[in-house]
């Protein structure tokens, strides 16, 4: 449509932000001024371009006068904000501060404001096509839709990994002619992957929470034609009325994806992945005295410990300075 605004004149919060750990973890380690450009960087998204905002000396510039503070922490925010996933890493290495949650949001507006042939261009775009068409759906009938709060997700490095987990026939996680209602247990495998490291408590109960949603349904939506990708959709899944989120501190839980990532590449290590993802993972981490200790169970010290030399660079990054320990879990039999 010609000369259709970009930029957005308001955008939805919501009440529980400052609950999110990685906005606790941003004020604690940068303060108030930390908060307050992460949100005044959420303003410029949305009044200019709707769903990105270019990062660059001349942005860090304006940010810093505005509030009368230096460039260098400017930078430092930001480069805090894309480490807990706040932004999207990858494209804030790019020079575009942008993240999932932030387009969900953007064409809910959208679509709400009924904005005719929105779409965000390739370049730019983290949620897949699945997910914006959920999200047009959530306009018109919200009480059939997910939450439209998300926390960052992690839609990129599945799709770039679909390939690595799919079998041919569903390597897309597109439906073909004549597939079951019924999942395949590699597309069940991502399924947990997913609701992993969305942080749930019980990622296997969403598992099947989410199967048996659709399965009801034929994996039709609501406004009629068939889901053609289930991986797409459950990268968007957010069911009403489950608060049982925020399982490990963000910081950690990043660490433990970007690793789990690293380890998804290495051919010899994909047997003992889903080790990392167990719906039962007990791992508790501590950081005292310049010294990460995970507190883990016998066999997944034992493969992690063979992984040791992809995680010093994590480590680095994420836990600067600290030297790594393990540390046998005791399981209570009782």
């Given at each position: 449509m010609a000369n259709q605004k970009a930029g957005l004149n308001y955008f939805t919060i919501d009440t529980d932000r400052y609950q999110d750990m990685r906005i606790k973890r941003l004020k604690k380690n940068l303060g108030g001024q930390g908060v307050a450009v992460y949100d005044y960087i959420l303003c410029e998204v949305y009044r200019v371009r709707g769903y990105y905002y270019e990062w660059n000396e001349d942005t860090a510039f304006d940010i810093a006068e505005y509030w009368g503070i230096k460039e260098t922490l400017v930078q430092e925010i930001v480069k805090y904000c894309g480490s807990v996933g706040l932004f999207s890493k990858e494209l804030l290495s790019r020079g575009i501060i942008t993240s999932a949650s932030i387009q969900r949001r953007y064409l809910d507006m959208c679509a709400r404001a009924k904005r005719k042939a929105v779409e965000i261009p390739e370049k730019y775009k983290i949620i897949p096509e699945e997910c914006a068409k959920i999200t047009e759906e959530?306009?018109?009938?919200?009480?059939?839709?997910?939450?439209?709060?998300?926390?960052?997700?992690i839609v990129k490095e599945n799709k770039e990994n679909h390939s690595l987990s799919v079998s041919p026939s569903t390597s897309s996680?597109?439906?073909?002619?004549?597939?079951?209602?019924?999942?395949?247990?590699?597309?069940?495998e991502i399924f947990l992957r997913i609701?992993?490291?969305?942080?749930?408590?019980?990622?296997?109960?969403q598992v099947e929470r989410f199967i048996n949603h659709y399965k009801a349904t034929g994996w039709v939506r609501k406004g009629g034609g068939k889901i053609k990708d289930r991986i797409a959709l459950a990268e968007c899944w957010e069911p009403q009325g489950d608060a049982q989120k925020n399982r490990f501190q963000y910081p950690f839980l990043n660490f433990w994806k970007d690793l789990y990532?690293?380890?998804?590449?290495?051919?010899?290590?994909?047997?003992?992945?889903?080790?990392?993802?167990?719906?039962?993972?007990?791992?508790?981490?501590?950081?005292?005295?310049?010294?990460?200790v995970l507190i883990l169970e016998k066999p997944l010290m034992d493969y992690l410990e063979r992984a040791t030399r992809l995680m010093h660079p994590l480590l680095g990054e994420y836990y600067p300075n600290h030297k790594l320990g393990y540390r046998v879990r005791r399981i209570d039999n009782h």
């Open positions: 959530c306009a018109i009938i919200p009480e059939e839709c997910p939450q439209s709060k998300v926390k960052e997700s996680g597109e439906q073909v002619e004549g597939q079951s209602d019924e999942p395949t247990p590699e597309e069940r609701f992993f490291f969305k942080n749930y408590k019980n990622p296997a109960a990532d690293d380890l998804l590449k290495i051919e010899e290590a994909k047997a003992g992945l889903h080790l990392m993802i167990d719906s039962l993972l007990g791992v508790e981490m501590q950081a005292y005295d310049k010294k990460l």
